[in-house]
């Protein structure tokens, strides 16, 4: 069974360009969840997806958006880039949906998309 | 609001050693909470989890029981190896399950 796919893993770019990352999740979940890394934030929730609607959002700038497909694959995209984007974007997807067992959600991640910013 | 503390890294260990990695919580109602594993270069995976109070979840000879009385969610192993160096997170998972917000990570490091 393939794992979550993020593309690209490296990426390379300047101050004010726009950005886009790329997840598969695994076949068969249906949320798909996106997750900012930096050595002094820690990781930081963005925002989470499931049946190509943003059902939660992070404390993040309209800068950071996201989108999921009816195939499931989700992107994000962060426009006019801040040196402080610099950031490891993690995704993760996850088979349930809601309910009282929906808290015990678990979630598997890509290997993540390392954005720098010069 | 949520909340999740865990303790301050690094922490250097010889192997065979015994490993406790506290973490503590904030939270209303009944959270989940986890313990995600980071293996340098590449993304987290799932150590163990428990859903309610005096749960304990158990992987690869890691423990943690989830106390209420004491919001702690601590990560335990007896014995470690050099093969466990890596950054442990705890995380404490919303009701919706559709966020996991995530202490800030205990980076372990095992000598043989």
């Known amino acids: 069974k393939a794992g979550v796919t993020q593309t690209p893993r490296y990426l390379i770019k300047t101050r004010g360009q726009q950005v886009t990352l790329s997840c598969s999740p695994i076949?068969?979940?249906?949320?798909v969840s996106w997750y900012q890394q930096t050595p002094g934030q820690g990781l930081q929730f963005l925002f989470e997806y499931f049946s190509e609607t943003q059902r939660n959002k992070g404390n993040f700038p309209g800068r950071f958006s996201g989108r999921q497909f009816s195939n499931s694959r989700s992107e994000m995209n962060v426009s006019t880039l801040e040196l402080g984007d610099s950031a490891l974007y993690l995704c993760?997807?996850?088979?349930?949906?809601?309910?009282?067992?929906?808290?015990?959600?678990?979630?598997?991640f890509g290997a993540g998309s390392r954005l720098t910013v010069l | 609001g949520n909340s999740v503390t865990q303790m301050e890294g690094p922490v250097t260990l010889s192997e065979e050693a015994f490993l406790t990695i506290n973490c503590t919580y904030t939270a209303t109602g009944y959270p989940s909470l986890f313990w995600y594993v980071q293996y340098p270069g590449e993304g987290l995976q799932l150590l163990l989890k428990?859903?309610?109070?005096?749960d304990k979840g158990s992987n690869k000879g890691f423990e943690a029981t989830y106390r209420k009385e004491t919001t702690s969610f601590h990560l335990e192993k007896g014995s470690v190896q050099v093969s466990d160096s890596a950054v442990y997170f705890c995380?404490?998972?919303?009701?919706?399950?559709?966020?996991?917000?995530f202490g800030k990570g205990t980076t372990l490091s095992v000598s043989s």
């Open positions: 428990a859903t309610k109070a005096d």
């Open positions: 076949s068969g979940h249906r949320s």
């Open positions: 993760a997807s996850s088979p349930r949906t809601s309910g009282p067992a929906a808290g015990a959600n678990v979630l598997t």
């Open positions: 995380a404490l998972g919303n009701q919706a399950g559709t966020a996991l917000i």
